[in-house]
């Protein structure tokens, strides 16, 4: 289910926004060293997230977290909770990728999606960046 979820958000976000599928480790835009024109790690290079934002993502990303479950709702649908941060350099930025994330799975349970908006958008601002989280309650048919 969070392969479709990617992929719905790849297609309908700028290519120049990375989408990245749940961190097995420390989060890879923390982790990131700086590079060279030709992709080589710069011997002491600056490192961390203001970098990757610099240098690969200067659109912001999209970090996807695991599907948390919450229950079962009417004994058809499991329900679970998504995570998604939408990060930035700056909080016009964030809100804007954000937005798009939220057009693109948000729906309400008037429209009948199956991912809706399941928290108002919290905001973390750092030095040199801004976080955007988005919650989503995801329903999924019960496996047969």
Do not use: N
Not at 10 to 33: C, D, F, N, R, Y
Request: some cysteine.
């Amino acid at each position: 289910m969070l392969d479709q979820i990617t992929a719905r958000l790849k297609a309908a976000l700028p290519q120049a926004v990375p989408v990245l599928q749940p961190p097995t480790g420390p989060p890879i835009p923390a982790e990131w060293q700086e590079e060279t024109p030709e992709g080589d790690i710069k011997p002491k290079g600056r490192r961390g997230l203001l970098v990757y934002l610099e240098q690969e993502a200067p659109s912001g990303y999209v970090q996807l977290y695991d599907l948390q479950p919450m229950g079962t709702q009417s004994g058809w649908a499991d329900q679970h909770l998504l995570t998604v941060t939408c990060t930035a350099t700056t909080e016009a930025l964030a809100q804007a990728v954000a937005a798009q994330v939220r057009r693109t799975l948000g729906g309400t349970p008037r429209t009948g999606h199956r991912t809706r908006v399941s928290t108002p958008a919290r905001v973390t601002r750092e030095p040199g960046s801004v976080v955007v989280t988005l919650q989503f309650t995801v329903l999924s048919a019960h496996p047969r």
